[in-house]
T-cell receptor, first 116, second 118 residues
């Protein structure tokens, strides 16, 4: 596709339910990133993929959060037993590679998650 | 750990005027990259401009330019001839260039909401 695609655009869920957020990166981009943007805050790094492997999962807030990437392409961020503090915009980005390090990240439009 | 501070939560400018958004950062590294991203209501983060720390010359992209002061760890964004379409949230971001460590991460400030008045 022309850009990074995220679905759904908006998701409202009840506390305690599981949700899956999907990211389709730009074709050929090997690096994929998930960030979380809470109200009034900057972007918080969650996880990074190089191909299908995630060298750094340290940004995931708790063990309720997990992510996977298959075929070096689509990634899914799963939040189990959602809590109200999980409400945020979840942004996905991809880049051609980690190097050169000034290479820009291309972001999707994000998924706005609301936990009621 | 690196931190990025944007001290202006909100700014406003008249159409066709010039506005400067401030950003300071804290790092012990000598080589790194700095970015300004724009986030309109569509939520998509759009790269506005980038600066390599080893370059003394300030980056410029059309109406957007930066004032990079390495010693002061300051990286401000100047928008000239402001247009209505410039209204958005602007984020300053830092990325390490070290071959080890978390050089894949962007560290963001909390953003500045820019309003452009007609």
């Amino acid at each position: 596709g022309a850009g990074v695609s995220q679905s759904p655009s908006n998701k409202v869920t009840e506390k305690g339910k599981d949700v899956e957020l999907r990211c389709d990166p730009i074709s050929g981009h090997t690096a994929l990133y998930w960030y979380r943007q809470s109200l009034g805050q900057g972007l918080e790094f969650l996880i990074y993929f190089q191909g299908n492997s995630a060298p750094d999962k340290s940004g995931l807030p708790s063990d309720r959060f997990s992510a996977e990437r298959t075929g070096g392409s689509v990634s899914t961020l799963t939040i189990q037993r959602t809590q109200q503090e999980d409400s945020a915009v979840y942004l996905c980005a991809s880049s051609l590679a980690v190097v050169p390090r000034n290479s820009p990240l291309h972001f999707g439009n994000g998924t706005r998650l609301t936990v009621t | 750990a690196q931190t990025v501070t944007q001290s202006q939560p909100e700014m406003s400018v008249q159409e066709a005027e010039t506005v400067t958004l401030s950003c300071t950062y804290d790092t012990s590294e000598s080589d790194y990259y700095l970015f300004w991203y724009k986030q309109p209501p569509s939520r998509q983060m759009i790269l506005v401009i980038r600066q390599e720390a080893y370059k003394q010359q300030n980056a410029t992209e059309n109406r957007f330019s930066v004032n990079f002061q390495k010693a002061a760890k300051s990286f401000s964004l100047k928008i000239s001839d402001s247009q209505l379409g410039d209204a958005a949230m602007y984020f300053c971001a830092y990325r390490s260039s070290n071959s080890g460590g978390s050089n894949y991460k962007l560290t963001f400030g909390k953003g500045t909401l820019l309003t452009v008045n007609p």
